[in-house]
Every structure is written in C-alpha cells, then in structure tokens.
C-alpha cells in the first residue's frame, strides 16, 4: 500500500527554521514525482515544490524560492523540504504527494496521485 507520512512540523518564530521529512512506501520511489504542497487556514492548496526522484532539476514556487530546498535521499526512499527565513505566511499544513510522472503543472495538485496526512507548521511573529 502507499503510504507517504510527513514529519518535523512544528512551532517557530519568524525567521526560524524547520526541516520537513515525507517517508514514502508502497510505490517505486526512484520513478516518482515527489512534491510538497501547503495549504494555509482558510485557503487552497498551493504547490511548494517537487523534485523527480530518478534526477533531474527542482522546481519552486516563485514566491518561495530562496528560502526553501527540497532534497532526497532514495536510499531511504525520503523528501525533505528545508525552510529558512520562515515568515507568519508559511504558517499551513505541509502535506508531499507523489505522482508518476512530474508535468509541466508540477505545481497543479491535480496531477498527484498519492498524498500524506500533512504536518503542521506554525509561524508566529
């Protein structure tokens, strides 16, 4: 069955720091688009980033570029998403998805068929 469990939210201060993990099974990583979305209280969904998992480059969502790093370790078949600077406005539930293939809309939830149950993340000022 797949499974992707997200972990490492928590409660930082502004211009914290927090490393988000996502470990994936069930499904063959090494041939999967693996992403991180967010969704803050009260609004839609919004892609964060993604990385194919068999190489290639990443993708950011402009407004976060800078601040965060998606990283993997295929070996343990894990996501990461390191998040620097945090701002009030990344305050959201951090979910990963996976999807066989990473489109051209990575950034389109739509597109992914495997999703976690989210770790919360919480800026305050």
């Known amino acids: 069955q797949v499974q992707l469990v997200e972990s490492g939210g928590g409660s930082v201060q502004a211009g914290g720091s927090l490393r988000l993990s996502c470990a994936a099974s069930?499904?063959?990583?090494?041939?999967?688009?693996v992403g991180w979305f967010r969704q803050p209280p009260g609004k839609e969904r919004e892609g964060v980033a993604a990385?194919?998992?068999?190489?290639?480059?990443?993708y950011y969502a402009d407004s976060l570029k800078g601040r965060i790093t998606i990283s993997q370790d295929n070996a343990k078949n894990t996501l990461y998403l390191q998040m620097n600077n945090l701002k009030p406005e990344d305050t959201a539930m951090y979910y990963c998805a996976a999807g066989p293939i990473c489109l051209t809309r990575w950034y389109d939830s739509s597109a992914y068929l495997y999703w976690g149950q989210g770790t919360q993340v919480t800026v305050s000022s």
């Open positions: 990385i194919y998992t068999g190489g290639g480059s990443a």
């Open positions: 069930g499904f063959i990583y090494s041939r999967y688009c």
